[in-house]
């Protein structure tokens, strides 16, 4: 903005000191001189020139922000995959949360990703696409993979807790041991998963995809909601169990 404005002539030193008591005009004396300067400069190109310059440093600068964007956005990604990469066979965190869910909301896939031990509650992977990804006992307790796609992935031994599944796509997962209690498996397709010796107790099931499941020999289906017609009938044929407490589905006693 050019805030440049002409200003008037100061009175001549002789005609203002008339009017200045005695001991104030030390204090008039350096006010009239930068009146002049003021005058001066009012009356200068070249300040003009600086302005416009001024101004259109900020258009400049403005222009660059814009067009470094997608620069950017690829060296927090960059970022973000060092740190999963850097703590990959670690325990705890290492910012993988953040990393994971960034890159996700950024539309990146997480093809393949490792994060395999580490602690993941509450980690928000909605719509994510984590194909061939491994999170064997892994701690993703009361976590969000509505509408991902998981197909062929590891997950064994994982804790999924009260986490949201529906409508994700799970075929060809290994979700053996993994612990799945309270979980939101509706709409999720099952086709060729293993879920031997899952704890699926009190798991909501509605529509679960389940006809083509490989293998839940041991899995604890105890409590399961909405569950598909013929599913609990099947499951128990291949091996599944109903057992409420922990203490007698790890024990189970011999038959009579």
Known sequence: MIVRE??????????????????????????WMWDWLAFLLSRWTFVVVLEYLGSLSILVAVFFYFHDAGNRTKQRH?????V?????????????????????????PLVGVDVSGSFLQGVRLHKARLIRSNFSAADARNSDFSD???????????NFRQSNFANALLAGTHLDDADLQN?????????ESTLDRADLRFVTITNL???????????????????????LQWATRHGAVQIERDEDWENPRPPK
């Not at 005695?22 to 004396?29: D, E, G, I, K, N």
């Not at 960059?78 to 060092?82: C, E, I, P, S, V």
């Not at 670690?90 to 890159?103: H, M, N, T, V």
Request: proline content about 5%; some cysteine; hydrophobic content about 40%.
């Open 6 to 31: 002409l200003r008037e002539r100061p009175l001549p030193w002789r005609g203002l000191r008339v009017r200045v008591p005695r001991w104030a005009l030390p204090f008039f004396a350096l006010e």
């Open 78 to 82: 960059y970022q973000a995959w060092q």
């Open 84 to 108: 999963i990469n850097t703590a990959q066979g670690k325990g705890g965190s290492g910012g993988r949360i953040d990393a994971l869910q960034e890159l996700n909301e950024d539309g990146v």
């Open 209 to 231: 995809g389940w006809q083509h499941i490989r293998s839940l020999q041991g899995a604890n289906l105890f409590g399961v909601h909405n569950a598909p017609a013929g599913f």
């Open 148 to 158: 991902s796609d998981l197909e062929d992935s590891e997950l064994r031994s994982a």
């Open 183 to 191: 979980a939101n498996l509706s709409d999720c397709d099952l086709s």
